[in-house]
Structure formats: structure tokens, C-alpha cells
């Protein structure tokens, strides 16, 4: 008899400290916060972009300090290479194959002319990322690119860029594919 009703008092506890847990986690009801949108990341291979390897990472680093639904990441063994990066004598230029993946081509005539690497090197990754030039002039847009004149050193996207960039990945966008011819 004794035996019998410890039984009972043990599952009686057990399931009033079940009923009490499911209370305190609020098990069974929609309190669960939305998952965050996963960010897309990116591998860019800057190993061939000569004396502008610094200017690349720096550019990358400038959009992953300012954009949340996107990262570029050094490529390293065992990724895919969704960005490679290019040093050569024309001016700058990218193809995009589809939104977060192309080629980027950091020319040597910008610099000769004297337009800052790192925002050459942002701007190009810009076009990557979904954007289309804005040759507005204005130095606080990185898509107006070489129109904002070799004064211009400011190498961060702006609050539309940004927003439009958050905004196409979160979408999944089609971009169209082709080049995006910089310079002269
Ligand atoms: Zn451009």
C-alpha cells in the first residue's frame, strides 16, 4: 500500500512539473520569434588582383560593415569561388553572371588617372551585388563611380545602396547578366 502511493505521488509530481515546464516555455502557443533571413555568403578570390589585393578586401570589408543580408569571405579551399577579382591596364569593369556572382576587373587606367583603388574596388563589387551604375557625380553614392571625379575617395555605399542591396538578396532577385563597363 505504502509502495503503491509513492507510485502515484512520483507520476502526479512528474506530471505537475511537465504541466508547469510547458507553462514557463509557453509550449503550444506562438511565441516563437521569426527566424532571422539567412545571409547569402559570398567568396571572392582576390589572389589575382596584383597591387590591388589591399583595396579589394577593404572594399568587401566596407559593404560587410554597412549591409546584414549579405557577406563577402575570402575564398579559402572548399568553397566555391562566387567572385574573382582581376588586376589588368583597361579601366574597371565587372560581369555579372547572376546576383553575387561574377568577375571583377580592377584596371590600372582608373589609378593612373588617379581615382582611389578602394572605392574603385567597392564600387565593382557593387555591380556583383546587384547595382547598376548612377554616373550622378555625386561622392557619397559609390555607383556614381568615376562621375564623382578623383576628388571623390569616399568608398561605402550610401543608405539606398545599402537598402537596394539588403533588398535584392532578401529577394533573391534576377539580375541581368552582361558587363558593366566603367571609365572613359
Ligand atoms: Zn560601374
Same mark, same amino acid.
Given at each position: 500500500m505504502r509502495s503503491h502511493l509513492k507510485r502515484i505521488t512520483v507520476a502526479t509530481l512528474a506530471t505537475i512539473a511537465m504541466a508547469l515546464t510547458g507553462q514557463l516555455l509557453g509550449v $503550444?502557443?506562438?511565441t516563437a520569434a521569426p527566424a532571422p533571413a539567412a545571409v547569402r555568403v559570398l567568396y571572392y578570390d582576390a589572389?589575382?588582383?596584383? %597591387?590591388f589585393v589591399t583595396a579589394v578586401h577593404q572594399g568587401a570589408a566596407n559593404w560587410n560593415a554597412r549591409v546584414g543580408n549579405v557577406r563577402l569571405e575570402r575564398w579559402t579551399a572548399g568553397h566555391p569561388v562566387d567572385i574573382r577579382v582581376y588586376a589588368d591596364n583597361n579601366w574597371p569593369r565587372a560581369y555579372v553572371n547572376s546576383l553575387g556572382s561574377g568577375t571583377v576587373y580592377m584596371g590600372r587606367q582608373a589609378t593612373v588617372e588617379g581615382h582611389n583603388p578602394t572605392r574603385i574596388a567597392a564600387h565593382e563589387l557593387g555591380h556583383i551585388l546587384g547595382l547598376p551604375d548612377r554616373r550622378? $557625380?555625386? !561622392?557619397? %553614392?559609390?555607383?556614381s563611380g568615376s562621375s564623382? $571625379?578623383?576628388? !571623390?575617395?569616399?568608398?561605402f555605399p550610401n543608405a539606398q545602396e545599402i537598402t537596394k542591396v539588403n533588398s535584392l538578396f532578401t529577394s533573391g532577385a534576377l539580375v541581368t547578366a552582361g558587363w558593366r563597363q566603367d571609365g572613359a
Amino acid at each position: 500500500m505504502r509502495s503503491h502511493l509513492k507510485r502515484i505521488t512520483v507520476a502526479t509530481l512528474a506530471t505537475i512539473a511537465m504541466a508547469l515546464t510547458g507553462q514557463l516555455l509557453g509550449v $503550444g502557443a506562438a511565441t516563437a520569434a521569426p527566424a532571422p533571413a539567412a545571409v547569402r555568403v559570398l567568396y571572392y578570390d582576390a589572389s589575382q588582383a596584383a %597591387e590591388f589585393v589591399t583595396a579589394v578586401h577593404q572594399g568587401a570589408a566596407n559593404w560587410n560593415a554597412r549591409v546584414g543580408n549579405v557577406r563577402l569571405e575570402r575564398w579559402t579551399a572548399g568553397h566555391p569561388v562566387d567572385i574573382r577579382v582581376y588586376a589588368d591596364n583597361n579601366w574597371p569593369r565587372a560581369y555579372v553572371n547572376s546576383l553575387g556572382s561574377g568577375t571583377v576587373y580592377m584596371g590600372r587606367q582608373a589609378t593612373v588617372e588617379g581615382h582611389n583603388p578602394t572605392r574603385i574596388a567597392a564600387h565593382e563589387l557593387g555591380h556583383i551585388l546587384g547595382l547598376p551604375d548612377r554616373r550622378t $557625380g555625386v !561622392c557619397s %553614392e559609390l555607383m556614381s563611380g568615376s562621375s564623382a $571625379g578623383t576628388s !571623390c575617395t569616399s568608398a561605402f555605399p550610401n543608405a539606398q545602396e545599402i537598402t537596394k542591396v539588403n533588398s535584392l538578396f532578401t529577394s533573391g532577385a534576377l539580375v541581368t547578366a552582361g558587363w558593366r563597363q566603367d571609365g572613359a
